[in-house]
């Protein structure tokens, strides 16, 4: 692997993991939508490295060329390799990067391998629960759902679950003798278990160790546990109680720490104190937001929109172009030929021509006399020198006056700058008082509408107390002409039974009474009719007695 390669790995990661978590963020409000959003970031974080190798590449040359290597022989190559651009030294050998990488992959992988034994040998170790309050909520899964192993160990500090499904439920010794919390703790490790939870760390602890030297990567596995316990506990909170859900979280953190923590393939349901009140102001909250399917699933197919190209490019070295060689010097100028021999004069014939006359030479510049010179530099008259001096003096004073102008127009400036961040602070300070008004305008409505809905609720209050008044008083008034009504009945039967005592005494009305009775298939004998009439005054005092209470009791003011 070379050092390339590895920062193309890692401006991918982070993009996708970026992407990954910002979707998970800012386009999902239900922990289970925010989980699969995350998950699927896993899974394209762990598709990058096959990308790469599936689909074409992509080059592109965004990284500086770099100088091939040219050996230097001889002395004359010297000026050449001197300004021949070096090769940068700084970028590590392929050899390092990989090694280092490799590293790194080595530590997360036997961090994890080292895990899953543990809770492998913590498992076979432990003993199976036998308590009929565990128990119970297993047997009343259905038929077709398998049964997870219900184990306890003490080597954990709280209830954790692994394993592909059926999977393990392991249980500390704490929360095992808490029977009253059986139901919760496992209706939350059920949930892991049938969401795949466990899987899911796995595949996202594996992107972790191809991608290491990302922290966007590390945080994206950090954010996948936390959401997965707050999903799991909104499925556990669909057959488990709120209230005591909430009771059983505080009580597992409020456990001693066990002497061994929580091995890193699982998650143990209270090992996160940071996020714990989080989790209980979510399970607290009654107002449950509707799940987005469609929202999570554009979500993934962007997600994976991106990361398919953004695999397939490749970071490359821009093209060497070598520099151009330096001129050549001029070649020396040849040696000047001899001139050729004039030619032989002819034995006879006329006479050659006289060559020309060379031109006659320019004129001389005539010399300056010394009458000239003395025009430009004699010496200045008295009255010269006196305007001189006055135009001098008049031009220091002038210098003089400017400097005090350019002194007053900085005091001008600075006076200006002053009365301009004094104008700034005093807007400054209107605009906090005009907010602080508006904060207390709105304070003020915000009383008013108050105490207007409490003078609503005030009047509705009193209409609501004089309806249940007057029915008070009609129930009352009722009442009283039920009881008046009823003593009235009283007297009426204590009469009646006077009457019927008298009657009584008669022979020959106690012979009719029985031959009637005994007519209707009833028993009476003379002796029960001659007790009868010697009790019915009695019982018509009484009768009449508690007719006067009722009376009594109908006339008294409520």
Partial sequence: MTWTLLLSLLVKSSVVAGAGLACARFLAQRPIDRVDILRATVGLLLAIPVIMNVLPALDLALLPPIAPYVPVEGASMAADAASAPVAPSWPPSAQMVGGLWLLGVAAVVGQLLLGLLTLDRWTRQGRPVEQRDWLLPLEELSPEEDRPRLIASERVASPLSWGVAPGFIVVDPASLDERQAARAILAHELAHLRRQDWIFLILSRLALAVFWFNPLVWRLHAVLAERSEETADAVALETVDRTLYARTLVRLASHPTA??????????MAASARTLKTRIAHIM????????????????????AVATPLAALGLTHQAWEAPPPPPAPPAAPAPMAAPP????????????????????????????????????????????RMAADQARAEAQQARIE????????DLARRQADQQRI?????????????????LARQAAEGARRGAEQARLAGEQARIIGERAREQ?????????????????QMRRGAQQMR???????????????IAENRERGGVVTDAELRDLAETLPDKAKDMERRADELEARSRKPS
């Fill in 259 to 268: 002497r061994l923590m929580s091995p890193r393939p699982a998650t143990a």
């Fill in 472 to 488: 008070a008083m009609r129930q009352v008034a009722n009442a009283r002409i039920h009881m008046a009504t009823g003593a009235v």
């Fill in 422 to 438: 004094h104008a700034d602070e005093t807007r400054r300070l209107a605009d906090d008082a005009r907010a602080q008004a508006d």
């Fill in 402 to 409: 400017a400097d005090q102008a350019r002194i007053e127009a």
């Fill in 499 to 513: 009457e019927e005592a008298v009657r009584l005494r008669d022979p020959a009305y106690r012979a009719k009474q």
């Fill in 341 to 384: 021999a004039p030619p032989a004069a002819p034995v006879s014939g006329p006479a050659a021509p006289a060559p020309p006359a060379p031109p006659a030479p320019p004129p001389e510049p005539p010399a300056y006399k010394s009458g000239y010179v003395y025009s430009y530099f004699r010496e200045a008259t008295p009255a010269e």
């Fill in 285 to 304: 909250t009654h107002t449950a937001s509707r799940r987005r399917p469609v929202t999570v699933a554009l979500s993934v197919v962007a997600l994976a």
